[in-house]
């Protein structure tokens, strides 16, 4: 995991967005259990209550669950409605790109073809 | 929350000071900082809770059940430490690991001296350099070398920061985490500190004292919610006051610190606002005591 100590984004988050994305992403699996608060809190050198709030967080949004004794365990992903998230991610920034491309007088072409450049030098 | 310490109508007189009455719970399996000014009862606190003193009203129940400290095992299950250290200036660290030894079941003599070479105060079994030989810092570092090598389910610590140099501070608060750890869930910390700052990152529950009461206590994250630095120019300042806990006016700009329930009607008049930190937020909280007090 890397955490950035002196960012504008809070501890807490970083560490939820990292493991949002490894859960997402499948390289945390279902039935998996997350490293152990005070564990994590050790890594990272941070207080205990900062790990568990991630924690509390990834568990607000229904990714993992608290087992009583045992720690945090990943839940079952449900790949269509994350698909379906991440389109509608997509579909945000698109239109914002496109809002300030109007802004400047860009056609919708240009816009495109400035996509298949980013594309590239990716 | 499970508490492993609960207080209620805790009352310690002196002549020319008063602790409480103070209610308080201490969450298990967490590391809980006492934070206050010189004089605002931390140690007297401290000192009650451990039966160094015995209070003059109330009552405190340890790890869920127990209420008399010197009954059966419960001083084993807890270390403490004084802020000035608690050995004779005359003492070696080889007395001091012989008076443990004597003294507690659960004392390991070779963490004891495994933990004097790591925190670089003494070698195995030093028998001629006396504490009165020690810097201040050493001292403290033997001390919590001591507390560490035990056996406890809860340390209580005063001041355990204050003399020691950056570097070893840094150390403490590595060994608060691989205690807390170890633990897991079951084993917690209470200690004093004048240092919010280098503590911080250890902190999970923070208690804070204006002379002789508790004025506020939470986990950090929830506290830290609970309030709200505010800033904004003079004019914006002008139509907020009422708002604000305190207020610091200068010509270019202004600060302030709030309740978070204010937040909208601040922003709404044109201040801005943030989440303060426990260093900001425990030097807010203490002002507005000392406000509210003169």
């Known amino acids: 995991m890397k955490i950035l100590q002196n960012s504008e984004i809070p501890i807490y988050k970083q560490i939820a967005m990292q493991l949002k994305e490894e859960i997402l992403s499948g390289k945390l699996t279902a039935g998996e259990y997350l490293p152990s608060i005070r564990g994590l809190a050790k890594d990272l050198k941070i207080s205990v209550i900062t790990t568990m709030k991630a924690y509390e967080e990834l568990c607000a949004e229904g990714l993992v669950t608290s087992v009583q004794g045992k720690g945090f365990v990943v839940n079952p992903q449900d790949t269509a409605m994350i698909r379906e998230q991440r389109l509608r991610e997509v579909e945000d920034h698109l239109l914002e790109a496109l809002e300030a491309a109007k802004t400047i007088g860009m056609t919708v072409e240009e816009v495109r073809d400035l996509i298949t450049v980013l594309n590239h030098t990716e | ?294």
């Open chain 2, 1 to 294: 929350m499970d508490s492993v310490i609960v207080a209620k109508g805790l009352v310690k007189k002196y002549k020319k000071f008063t602790l409480g009455p103070v209610d308080l719970e201490i969450p298990k399996g967490f590391s809980t900082a006492l934070i206050g000014a010189n004089g605002a009862g931390k140690t007297t606190l401290l000192d009650t809770i451990c039966g160094i003193v015995s209070p003059s009203k109330g009552e405190v129940t340890y790890f869920g059940e127990i209420t008399d400290i010197e009954a059966g095992e419960t001083k084993e299950r807890i270390g403490y430490q004084a802020a000035q250290g608690m050995y004779p200036m005359s003492w070696t660290p080889y007395d001091v690991a012989m008076a443990n030894q004597l003294g507690f079941k659960g004392f390991h003599e070779d963490r004891y001296w495994e933990l004097c070479k790591k925190y670089g105060v003494a070698d195995y079994g030093e028998k001629k350099q006396s504490l009165m030989k020690m810097s201040d810092g050493n001292r403290i570092r033997l001390c919590l070398a001591a507390v560490f090598a035990r056996d406890t389910e809860l340390l209580v610590l005063d001041e355990p920061g204050s003399n020691l140099d950056p570097l070893m501070r840094d150390r403490l608060c590595g060994q608060f985490r691989e205690y807390l750890e170890e633990g897991d869930g079951e084993k917690t910390i209470l200690f004093s500190t004048h240092n919010i700052a280098d503590m911080e990152n250890v902190t999970d529950y923070a208690i804070l004292m204006y002379d002789g009461a508790v004025i506020e206590s939470g986990f950090v994250s929830d506290l830290c919610e609970k309030y709200i630095l505010v800033s904004g120019e003079s004019a914006t300042f002008d139509k907020i006051k009422r708002s604000l806990m305190i207020e610091d006016r200068n010509m270019s700009t202004c600060f302030g610190f709030a309740r978070a329930e204010e937040k909208d009607k601040l922003e709404a008049a044109g201040a801005v606002v943030e989440s303060p930190n426990l260093q900001q937020l425990s030097i807010f909280l203490l002002r507005y005591a000392e406000q509210q007090n003169s």
